[in-house]
Nanobody, 126 residues
Framework: QVQLVESGGGLVQAGGSLRLSCAAS????????MGWFRQPPGKEREFVAS????????YYADSVKGRSTISRDNAKNTVYLQMNSLKFEDTAVYYC???????????????????WGQGTQVTVSS
């Protein structure tokens, strides 16, 4: 059974930084593309970033491009999301997700992902 556990969320002032982590178990991590999504208060879940199983390709939502970096450590079965220059509108619950199939390219569509974490709250104060 796949388990994804996010950590690193919290309260931060606008302009600050956070690094989210997602520890994965129950899958051969190095074979799976991973992604981060977020759900702002009162809104639908939206794509943030994704990374190929090898780490060779990354994709970002326009809203975070240039301010965020997704990375992974396959030896630690962990994917990260470094967020800088945080804005009030970055406030959301952030979810980690694993691709539905190994060696599967993923994009922005949640349908590409088959396993989800419980989420970690990020609150940016203005």
């Amino acid at each position: 059974q796949v388990q994804l556990v996010e950590s690193g969320g919290g309260l931060v002032q606008a302009g600050g930084s956070l690094r989210l982590s997602c520890a994965a178990s129950g899958l051969t991590f190095s074979r799976y593309s991973m992604g981060w999504f977020r759900q702002p208060p009162g809104k639908e879940r939206e794509f943030v970033a994704s990374i190929r199983w090898s780490g060779g390709s990354t994709y970002y939502a326009d809203s975070v491009k240039g301010r965020s970096t997704i990375s992974r450590d396959n030896a630690k079965n962990t994917v990260y999301l470094q967020m800088n220059s945080l804005k009030f509108e970055d406030t959301a619950v952030y979810y980690c997700a694993a691709a539905r199939w190994p060696y599967n390219e993923v994009g922005r569509n949640p349908v590409d992902f088959g396993s989800w974490g419980q989420g970690t709250q990020v609150t940016v104060s203005s």
